[in-house]
């Protein structure tokens, strides 16, 4: 991967022992990450990682495409691609993304949801199971869905303005009465700029015919997994707009705007 610069962030002191701390043993409790959502925000819209090479950190996760052409939904070690126009695509390897999150999707914690419930609901329930807010989480939600709402971005040229104004104009799109998957992750307060603090979910309906960015449900029942991660390793592009890119201290406030 000759187009990057590999940060790992690595919370110990080198004074302690590392046999006395209760550290993950391998990449599966790790999420990989391509660039960051702060720069997405100001328009870094440049593919810089190939598909390919994101399989090689995961089996799961959420991103967008080279020119922020549309949502980025990745299951069961599989990309689609979700345009403006509402469809599902099947995409290459060598496809390039801007911004994504990958992880090895294992659940520690698993918990039926046998009523009703709508998109804050469900994220009240899923903050109620998560043993601490210090720690990221990776979260599948399979189930049966009386309507969902959810919204794609148009593919862009340059000079591409930020995610703000792109996101002004995006097209919604509703679903009734569908079986599909919510897929993303929570992450806390302290990575705000590198990703989006708190939850971030996409959508993919079973039968590969809808999805996008979540923002709203209605679902009837279903099955809420939750994978712990313990740390992050990051992806910093070399050759793009990155290196030029002036960033915003306080950008949270209209990250909510956007993504909500």
Not at 5 to 12: D, G, T, V
Not at 64 to 92: C, H, P, R, S, W
Not at 189 to 205: A, I, K, Q, R, S
Request: charged share 25%; aromatic share 12%.
């Amino acid at each position: 991967m000759k187009k990057f610069f590999l940060l790992i962030i690595i919370c110990c002191m080198v004074t302690i022992p590392l046999t006395t701390l209760d550290l993950p043993q391998n990449d599966d409790d790790i999420l990989f990450q391509v660039s960051t959502l702060g720069a997405l925000q100001e328009g870094v819209y440049d593919g810089v990682a190939s598909l390919k090479e994101m399989k090689l950190h995961g089996d799961f996760g959420i991103g967008t495409f080279d020119g922020l052409d549309g949502e980025m939904t990745y299951i069961n070690g599989i990309f689609y691609q979700i345009k403006a126009d509402g469809k599902v695509y099947m995409v290459g390897d060598a496809v390039k993304t801007p911004y994504a999150v990958v992880t090895k999707f294992t659940a520690d914690k698993k918990l039926n949801i046998g009523e009703p419930v709508d998109y804050k609901q469900l994220q009240d329930l899923i903050l109620s199971q998560l043993p601490t807010k210090n720690i990221i989480y990776a979260v599948k939600v399979t189930g049966e869905f009386q309507y969902v709402k959810t919204r794609s971005v148009p593919k862009q040229s340059k000079p591409y303005p930020r995610l703000v104004e792109v996101t002004k104009n995006q097209p919604t799109f509703e679903m009734k009465n569908v079986k599909g998957t919510i897929m993303g992750f929570w992450l806390p307060d302290y990575l705000n700029g590198v990703n989006m603090p708190g939850y971030h979910f996409h959508f993919l309906t079973d039968d590969k015919n809808g999805g996008g960015h979540l923002l709203e449900i209605q679902m009837t029942k279903g099955t809420l997994e939750i994978d712990y991660s313990y740390g992050i390793k990051l992806i910093l592009p070399s050759q793009s707009d990155f290196f030029k890119t002036t960033f915003s201290k306080d950008n949270l406030k209209e990250l909510e705007k956007i993504e909500k």
